[in-house]
């Protein structure tokens, strides 16, 4: 638990780094406790106590998923379940691995993967199909620019 909690505390803290260079005017963050457009307010989010229950349901059936930071550049969102492999076309995607243990594709390679695990998934990357060891999977997922709507391609 300690083990997971510190590389938690380094990808948070890498995460607001890169935001820092990524998009250092530009930040907003959502929240149904704000209004649109209003500037990024400090926070505090306990990741670990968020289950899937708890997240708002998607498009797909196995994927909860809210948005946690929004900026012109790039977004980070807490997303639990799965999703058929696919790519972006236009997204470079970062997640890191808070809950939850099995394999993905990446690539063309199915990879293992577990809590503290961190994944880089470069544009057009083939990724997703996760089997489930533990689950479910929750991970904090950041996407560099901001996902557009129609860049999600599924692969077989």
Known sequence: MRH??????????AAFVAGTFVSPLASRMMSSARADGAPLAPAMIDLVSLKHGDLPSTSNPEM???????TDNATIGIQSGNVAKHLHAKTDEIQYIIEGSGEMWLGGERKSFKPGTLIVIPKGTAHGGTLVTIGPVKALAIKIPPQPKDDVTFVN
């Open 64 to 70: 909860n998923a809210k948005a946690l930071v929004v």
């Open 4 to 13: 997971t909690s510190m590389f938690l505390s380094c990808a948070v803290a």
